[in-house]
């Protein structure tokens, strides 16, 4: 089964038994990067499990996740293109300035 499809499993098996998946197989299926599944992480959005060493995801988990993110509870408002450099200034440090000539310094 792909761990993604872990809400559409079959209804008499509880998510409970249905073993974990590695994170990295989940985060090859799921398309998010490692540095995505690490902030989530950080974030508490995603729950992991740690055996012997490496990562897992329960199939809950995932479902809970696709819950939450259905819900709309990660959304926040898109960033205007370029409102970053606007913030910084930089469009008008360009505007109307001359080179300096080191030479006559």
């Not at 974030?43 to 809950?60: D, E, F, P, Q």
């Not at 959304?75 to 030479?103: D, H, I, L, Q, Y």
Request: hydrophobic fraction near 40%; include cysteine; aromatic fraction near 8%.
């Amino acid at each position: 089964m792909n761990p993604i499809e872990a809400a559409n499993h079959e209804p008499g098996i509880p998510l409970e038994a249905m073993p974990p998946v590695a994170l990295d197989k989940f985060l090859h299926e799921s398309g998010f990067s490692p540095v995505t599944a690490w902030r989530y992480r950080c974030k508490g959005w995603l729950h992991t499990i740690n055996i012997a060493g490496r990562h897992y995801i329960t199939r809950a988990a995932i479902a809970e996740f696709n819950k939450r993110a259905q819900a709309g509870e990660f959304a926040k408002a898109p960033r205007k293109p370029g409102a970053k450099r606007a913030a910084t200034g930089s469009a008008s440090r360009t505007a109307g300035t001359e080179p300096v000539n080191t030479a006559e310094v």
